[in-house]
């Protein structure tokens, strides 16, 4: 039934990742085949992955977004991503659409998983997002988010709720979209 090839991925994940994503059986495959070498559990621990994503942002500190990050895609919350979840987190960050990102956006700031976004989650994100930033392009940064504390402020404002309210999905989704400010400030982008 399926593939039984042990290093093959099975036909069910294929069928749907190929449903799920952008990807092509043959780009599925091929990135499979990588992940097994560099993940011969067919896992990758928090630790493994914070490690990686270190490595893009050699000029910052990534291991608190890392965090966060490696929790947004860990969907079945077993401490692990496996080749599903990985392959899912490629696609959204990488090749999805707008709505698709900003729905992984909304999971990144969702830090409890409750379904809603606090000011404190805001802050908690902004934090991490700030690390990323290399010091010498903080001093360039607008006087009003030159600190974490300043850049979860302004993007509290786009949603209209006050201190104590939260954030729903699609008021998340909405306010960021009506907003290229807010596009801006739940990322990192360096400086070119």
Request: aromatic share 12%; with cysteine; hydrophobic share 35%.
């Amino acid at each position: 039934m399926g593939n039984t090839k042990s290093g093959a991925v099975s036909k069910e994940i294929l069928e749907d990742l190929k449903l799920n994503t952008k990807f092509s059986e043959t780009e599925i495959v091929q990135w499979y085949e990588n992940f097994k070498k560099q993940c011969p559990t067919g896992r990758i621990s928090k630790e493994e992955f914070q490690s990686i994503y270190s490595k893009f942002f050699p000029d910052s500190d990534a291991q608190t977004y890392a965090q966060h990050v490696f929790r947004s895609f860990d969907t079945n919350d077993d401490g692990t991503l496996d080749f599903k979840e990985y392959i899912i987190a490629l696609h959204m960050t990488s090749t999805g659409k707008t709505n698709r990102k900003l729905e992984w956006a909304f999971s990144l700031f969702d830090v409890d998983k409750n379904g809603y976004i606090t000011k404190a989650e805001v802050r908690e994100i902004c934090s991490a997002i700030f690390k990323l930033i290399p010091k010498d392009e903080v001093s360039q940064l607008p006087e009003d988010e030159n600190t974490a504390e300043k850049r979860a402020d302004k993007l509290w404002t786009y949603f209209n709720k006050g201190e104590n309210e939260r954030v729903a999905e699609g008021e998340f989704i909405k306010g960021v979209m009506d907003n290229d400010g807010a596009l801006r400030l739940i990322q990192y982008q360096p400086l070119k």
